[in-house]
């Protein structure tokens, strides 16, 4: 699971604005070289993508870099209606794919 700039913010206690100014991005290159003195964002695919980040990196950069130790919990997400049914999907298919495998 992935962490969004609001989230580096809540457990950095820093403004939107730090946690941007400490990310590694450069507007020419989608995936900048690793730099130890930033927070370094997961791959994007458009510069247009959201800023993601990895919580493993996000605890390295605070003790590193800021000299924090902040507890960093990734919580599950709220389960939601799509959840629900992509969960029937799966069972549906399972029990498909068990009558087909039956039949060979």
Partial sequence: MLLSVEAVQKYLN????????YANTDPDLLTPPYNQTKLNPELRR???DA???RPQEVRRFAEEVLGLHPTIQVQPPEETLTHDLMRQML???RAIRQLLEGRE
């Fill in 14 to 21: 820093r403004s939107r604005a730090s946690v941007y100014r």
């Fill in 91 to 93: 069972q549906e298919l």
């Fill in 51 to 53: 800023l993601e980040f």
């Fill in 46 to 48: 458009d510069k247009d």
